[in-house]
């Protein structure tokens, strides 16, 4: 079995920062990839930011400058660190991991349940 929790989201005027993190734990050899979605109400999940194993990250143009995406391999944690926030940020945020699980082959995708951000103008 395998787990992820997000954890940081919360209430902030526009303008401040937030760090949200993500922890795997669990029967997990490796982690591949990991990565930042967000949902806003009435729109489609998107692509926020993510890094691999190798430590290249992407970010969506709405966020580059102002996000920062990092990893802490040994505990299976992924960063978000979140400056500059704006009303347009606010989402649901829901990190994703891509894993290598003990006793099983090839790689599985797990969700977290997600953090609300909420940014106030």
């Known amino acids: 079995q395998v787990q992820v929790v997000e954890s940081g989201g919360g209430l902030v005027q526009a303008g401040g920062s937030l760090r949200l993190s993500c922890a795997a734990s669990?029967?997990?050899?490796?982690?591949?990839?990991m990565a930042w979605f967000r949902q806003a109400p009435g729109k489609q999940r998107e692509l926020v930011a993510d890094l691999t194993s190798g430590g290249r990250t992407n970010y969506a143009d709405s966020v580059k400058g102002r996000f920062t995406i990092s990893r802490d391999n040994a505990k299976n944690t992924v960063y978000l660190q979140m400056n500059s926030l704006k009303p347009e940020d606010t989402a649901d945020y829901y990190c994703y991991a891509d894993s290598v699980v003990a006793g099983l082959s090839g790689t599985f995708q797990y969700w977290g349940q997600g953090t609300q951000v909420t940014v106030s103008s």
């Open positions: 669990g029967s997990i050899i490796s982690i591949i990839y």
